[in-house]
């Protein structure tokens, strides 16, 4: 009967150890690394050109090299251009401002099974184009500007777009076109895209 007690006692012991200890799956693939998500690499080229009624005055083409993961929707991370000048405007009392002027080009990619890509761009491009003369007034002890009493202050465009686009490779997609009010002169974005070999 001890011997009966002490063989219950055990067993019971041993059930209630093996349930808090968990079970290993021999199936289970936990112990191996992932497989990473693949990409593709990609090139984006983007092309400002600026027309003056049918005359093309300009044309500025970027490149950008980007890894489009695949997938069949963004997914975070950009890659970003920024090029450009520190232009100097007046702010009155003798002061200078400087105000960056030039080219900003944000992208994220995704590889689609059928072979498309999509592509959010947002696109920012700003000029100086002529400029104005801004009277200066004179302080006490400071020369003026000018002997005219004038300071001559840039005229700053700018040209913004966010888009979200679905091509093939080597289509070409004129993305944005805008009007600038003041100018007439008419700004195209051109977008298009190969996939890296």
């Not at 063989?7 to 693939?29: H, V």
């Not at 960056?100 to 700003?126: F, K, M, P, Y």
């Amino acid at each position: 009967m001890k011997k009966t007690t002490i063989y219950l006692t055990c067993f019971l012991a041993l059930g209630l150890w093996a349930s808090r200890c968990p079970a290993q799956d021999k199936g289970k693939t936990d112990d191996k690394p992932k497989a990473e998500a693949l990409t593709t690499p990609v090139k984006v080229q983007i092309v400002f050109t600026e027309f003056d009624g049918d005359k093309k005055v300009k044309s500025l083409p970027y490149v950008l090299y980007a890894n489009a993961p695949d997938a069949p929707e963004l997914k975070p991370g950009w890659t970003k251009l920024r090029i450009g000048s520190r232009i100097p405007v007046y702010v009155g009392n003798n002061q200078m401002q400087y105000i960056d002027v030039g080219t900003n080009i944000d992208v994220r990619a995704a590889h689609t099974d059928d072979g498309h890509l999509l592509l959010q761009l947002a696109l920012e491009r700003s000029w100086v184009e002529g400029d104005v003369s801004v009277p200066v007034t004179k302080s006490d002890g400071a020369p003026a500007e000018s002997a005219s009493g004038h300071f001559k202050e840039p005229i700053i465009r700018a040209f913004k777009s966010e888009l979200d686009l679905k091509l093939r490779e080597g289509q070409s997609v004129e993305s944005a076109m805008a009007a600038d009010p003041i100018s007439g002169k008419v700004m195209r974005a051109e977008v298009s895209f190969s996939v890296v070999k």
